[in-house]
């Protein structure tokens, strides 16, 4: 009797591993099961270590990958204004869609498994849009990002240097053309931000200093703060607070920084997102970083974005989206619908928002940044859109040329855009960058025009 209960015992434990195990299974293949699919080990969907399922197409349709027969999009200019997005066939470039997307791409489902064949990935892009991004970078590096600021719908992100994926150069390795030519500098790449971010001292200023909007300012040309002299290109002279952000006058910002304080700048470079990490679509950008200085020369500096300040691309760029949409930033996002053979939509994607900052400062920027359009860069260079925004030529070290800055958005309810362009040692910011927004802007205004109708 005692050695039946000692066996009844002992099965009972088997039963118990069993169900523990089948649940844990089942819960890992509901969980995973997609990954498992999409495995690079699953020869059902590859050939040769390539997936062989699903096609990837712009906003509109035109095909930009085809798993199937493993071929790019028909124009050489689109598929090097799209290789960052996409991928390329050794698979150097990690943070890519067909990568990120290839479990869509498959068409795993927990029941079905992968029997019912690839799914279509459209992404939020437009080919020719970012195909003329490409060629207003004019072979030089950056990064080019619009998007609709609310729905979060990326309408260009365009990365440089780049390569047609259908024939990669032989000689990437070591060969300055093409330094860092696998990151995705929209979404990885980080940057000294040089005067943009006087929008992040502006914002701050408008909130800690009460009388910031009645206070007359003066510029020299040079200010000694500490061991250091911060200098303009010439000097201001005598300005209000709108002028001294449409100036940018350097001058004014370092002294606005000491006031103001590093921990407060701090304060408001955390809150403008621009020290966090977003996910668009599964892509993870990388994360800025302001540091608070020892002294009052470099923390004036700060002020004026140079220091040891970095911010990403796409980051500056749902910064300038939540000024235009009253304070909340929406997420850029890439995935714009996932389909099955009939056509029918079974994914769609989806945009994070947050407050960033407060509608009632993001008002007060809105106008300062028109007023720099209109005073400064010249509000006919974009036609007939109200554009606000700020330029940036950031120094990074003697001997080269600075980068070139532009951020901004089209404050108009009915053609919510916002871009954020770098041009790598492209010289005057509001001149070469923003000549690109220039260029790119009417015909990204004419996308969402054709969408509503
Ligand atoms: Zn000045």
Known sequence: MKQLGYRAIMVLCFIALLAGGTALFCARYLGDGSDWAASRVNSGVYEDGKLRRGTIYDRDGDVLFDAVGGSYADSGAVRKATLHLIGDRAGNISASATKLMADRLVGFNPIMGTAMGGHDIFLTVEASLNAAAYQALDGRKGAVAIYNYKTGELLCSVSTPTFDPEKPPKEIEGNSKYEGVYLNRVFVGLYAPGSVFKIVTTAAALEQIPDIESRS????????????????????????????????????????????????????????????????????????????????????????????TMVNPAAMLRLMGAIANDGVGVTPQLLLKETVESGRTVASGRSDSERLWKAETCEKLKALMRNTVVVEYGAEKFGQL????????????????????????????NCPLAFSVIVENGGSGSAVAGGIVAKLLPDAAALLQTAEE
């Not at 109200?386 to 309810?413: I, L, M, Y």
């Open 386 to 413: 109200n554009v606000c925004a700020k330029s940036g030529t950031a120094e990074v070290g003697e001997g080269k040329r600075p980068h070139s800055w532009f951020v901004g958005f089209v404050d108009d309810e």
């Open 217 to 308: 300012f003066s510029c020299s040309g040079s200010l000694e703060l500490g061991e250091h002299t911060i200098t303009c290109p010439k000097a201001h002279g005598e300005m209000d607070f709108a002028r001294a952000l449409a100036k940018s006058c350097n001058c004014v910002y370092a002294q606005l920084a000491v006031e103001l304080g590093g921990e407060t700048l701090q304060k408001y470079a955390e809150s403008a997102g621009l020290q966090e990490r977003m996910d668009v679509s599964g892509i993870k950008t990388a994360a800025g970083s302001y540091t608070v200085a020892e002294n009052e020369g470099d923390l004036g500096w700060s002020g004026v974005g140079q220091y040891q």
